[in-house]
């Protein structure tokens, strides 16, 4: 019986070539390959792989060291299962154990092009979703995620705060979005795909500045400053194309030095950061820059419909009990800037708890900014002094991991752990900053709000 032909539109040949792409460890890869080929690297899976990923421009691009350890380890497959190796795999890593010479050194510093493939779910009505289902983002980062570099490298954080924006894009559609420590640019090139109003990235490294910019050309973005420099073309064609897409902005913002001036003259709606909550010594700058992101100079509604007066319970402190039993869900605003408990009410499930918003029966909610932050909580500690710090600066902080769950547009993706990641809401509790003195004064008593490990 003919093995069956792979097709690289549709899963797993799919998640093969999009694992490929995003450089995903050789042991992802070899699992995608026998899941291809129904347990085996069969000879079809191999061709499969020669065509889709080795011979082609993918391939020819691809960071050498990369290929040489992939075909090596996927060569050993095959034959520890006796089976056939093809003859161009077998040529095609003589080649690389011939030309490259490994070096610690040279692959530690390498920059090299991921691409990450956000792979929407078949008959997906989102906006975000792009009419081939499959959004690919090309990236220039580093391999080298703990030696330096790390503004440089994709951290799991950041493609969860993408998927997040792709997944809702209702909440970001139109507003002025501003990232705090962008890296590579990943959150703010989907921000642009979802017709954000305006993004503004930001980042205390001039090296990742740099970095970042080289990402928003290869996503056919350009920061604002050299928005007609494009080589080679009529100024007016690139204003026309620069018209239809977001506007975005890239500035060096240490957080130490941020001023107050320099920070509230761009007044977001929306404030996003993905793993800025990891040295402890930073925290006190990152909560002033956040406090003064949130305050906004004009006045923020905060009228509620009289009908819906002590129906629903402000969630301060976020704990889903019983959601998956339909007994508590939340509800957000297009504006991102609450969430509010709502009992389960006719099937309705978190992802179409926005239609509820704005009609008879839900609480209007104030227009106030609000920040989206992701991080991995990898010090208890730490993420306890980001939590003390904020109270004393007046901010509230809500966990919404539970409540709005992004789909999963990473599938192939085996290293990323979603289950490590949590997603909070800040925003500034009354619109208002306590003074240096009160801060100093609140920063002294013990805080109301903790974390501790799970068991």
């Known amino acids: 019986m003919a093995e069956p032909k792979l097709d690289p539109t549709i899963p797993p040949g799919l998640y093969l070539i999009s694992a490929f792409l995003s450089m995903e460890p050789t042991e992802t890869l070899l699992s995608l390959s026998r899941e291809c080929g129904g347990g085996l690297v069969t000879e079809g899976v191999q061709r499969f792989i020669w065509e889709h990923c080795i011979s082609n421009e993918a391939g020819e691009k691809g960071y050498g060291p990369y290929l040489k350890n992939f075909l090596k380890k996927l060569i050993s497959e095959v034959e520890s299962r006796n089976g056939t190796v093809l003859d161009e795999l077998y040529e095609q890593c003589g080649y690389y154990m011939s030309s490259l010479k490994d070096n610690g050194l040279v692959k530690g510093s390498a920059r090299v092009c991921k691409c990450i493939s956000f792979l929407f779910p078949d008959a997906c009505e989102l906006p975000s979703c792009p009419k081939s289902s499959n959004l690919v983002v090309p990236l220039h980062c580093s391999l080298n995620m703990l030696e330096g570099d790390t503004g440089c490298s994709v951290w799991p954080s950041s493609l969860f705060l993408s998927e997040f924006v792709l997944s809702f894009p209702d909440i970001f559609s139109n507003k002025s979005c501003f990232e705090v420590g962008s890296g590579v640019g990943l959150v703010g090139i989907c921000l642009s795909h979802v017709k954000a109003s305006q993004v503004i990235l930001s980042d205390g490294d001039l090296s990742t500045l740099s970095n970042m910019k080289i990402n928003l050309e290869l996503n056919q973005l350009s920061a604002e400053t050299n928005v007609l420099e494009r080589f080679g073309e009529d100024p ?220």
């Open 236 to 455: 007016n064609t690139v204003k026309a194309d620069m018209d239809n897409k977001s506007t975005v902005k890239c500035f060096h913002l240490p957080w130490e030095s941020a001023t107050e001036s320099e920070l509230q003259e761009y007044l977001p709606d929306i404030i996003l950061g993905a793993d800025i909550i990891y040295d402890p010594s930073c925290l006190p700058h990152l909560v002033r820059v956040l406090g003064i992101l949130l305050k906004q100079k004009k006045a923020c509604s905060q009228t509620r419909e009289e009908s819906c007066k002590g129906q629903f319970q402000e969630a301060k402190h976020i704990g889903v009990n019983g959601a998956s039993e339909g007994k508590s869900l939340f509800a957000y605003d297009l504006h991102g800037s609450e969430c509010i408990t709502i009992q389960k009410r006719n099937g309705i499930d978190p992802r179409q708890a926005v239609e509820l918003n704005g009609g008879s029966s839900v609480a209007r909610l104030k227009k106030c900014p609000v920040a989206y932050i992701a991080s991995v909580i990898r010090n208890i500690d730490t993420f306890n002094c980001f939590l003390k710090l904020a109270e004393a600066a007046n901010l509230e902080i809500a966990d919404i991991t539970e409540a709005l769950v992004p789909l999963n547009l990473l599938p192939y993706m085996q290293s990323y752990n979603r289950s490590s990641l949590r997603l909070f809401t800040v925003k500034c509790n009354k619109g208002q900053l306590p003074s240096d003195s009160e801060r100093k004064e609140n920063s002294e008593r013990p805080g109301t709000l903790s974390f501790s490990k799970r068991s």
